[in-house]
């Protein structure tokens, strides 16, 4: 998702998509020590989205 559809996002959204991501990750990194992810670059992906969601969090907790 690209930074500008986040943050259209509400502040309750964008905790759920942060812990759908989350979740995600959590399940491509088992699969990536099993040998089943073909896409690594997947995970930076997911990595990125949800290091540009905590920053638009932080940023609505200063507001």
């Given amino acids: 998702m690209k930074i500008k559809e986040l943050k259209t ?7 759920k998509i942060l812990e759908d991501d989350r979740e995600k990750l959590r399940q491509l990194r088992f699969d990536l020590s099993a040998g089943k992810v073909k896409n690594v670059r997947e995970i930076r992906k997911i990595k ?4 540009q969601i905590l920053t638009l969090l932080k940023t609505y907790a200063k507001t």
């Fill in 9 to 15: 996002k509400g502040k309750e959204e964008l905790q």
């Fill in 48 to 51: 990125k989205e949800v290091a």
